[in-house]
């Protein structure tokens, strides 16, 4: 299992950007697919997107396509979630996952489906 680290969550007004990263360690992390996902106060964590190993192919909540790109880096050992047209709706903590079993072009939305956990990045979109 890899080892996985949020950065780039912070406070944002309505309307604009972030840009979230993944670092993972581990040799075999361009073999995982992986997801993001956010839990906001009071509420169960929810599925935003996911990513294959390859990003052959992804998978959006309806509640951010088109506003969300999820994407990787496989030589940076990176997936990042660049975030635009923040609503206030969005402000979460957001965690990164990793699916160590490989499975070619599919992406699970569901979050049993991920064997590795980042420690979550607060975001705040504030009105």
């Known amino acids: 299992q890899a080892q996985l680290e949020e950065s780039g969550g912070g406070l944002v007004q309505a309307g604009g950007s972030l840009r979230l990263s993944c670092a993972a360690s581990g040799r075999t992390f361009s073999t995982y697919a992986m997801g993001w996902f956010r839990q906001a106060p009071g509420k169960e964590r929810n599925f935003v997107a996911a990513i294959n190993w390859n990003g052959g192919n992804t998978a959006y909540a309806d509640s951010v396509k088109g506003r969300f790109t999820i994407s990787r880096d496989n030589a940076k050992n990176t997936v990042y979630l660049q975030m635009n047209s923040l609503k206030p709706e969005d402000t979460a903590v957001y965690y990164c996952?990793?699916?160590?079993?490989?499975?070619?072009?599919?992406?699970?939305?569901?979050?049993?489906?991920?064997?590795?956990w980042g420690q979550g990045t607060q975001v705040t979109v504030s009105s």
């Open positions: 996952a990793g699916d160590s079993r490989f499975r070619g072009l599919i992406v699970s939305r569901n979050d049993q489906s991920y064997d590795s």
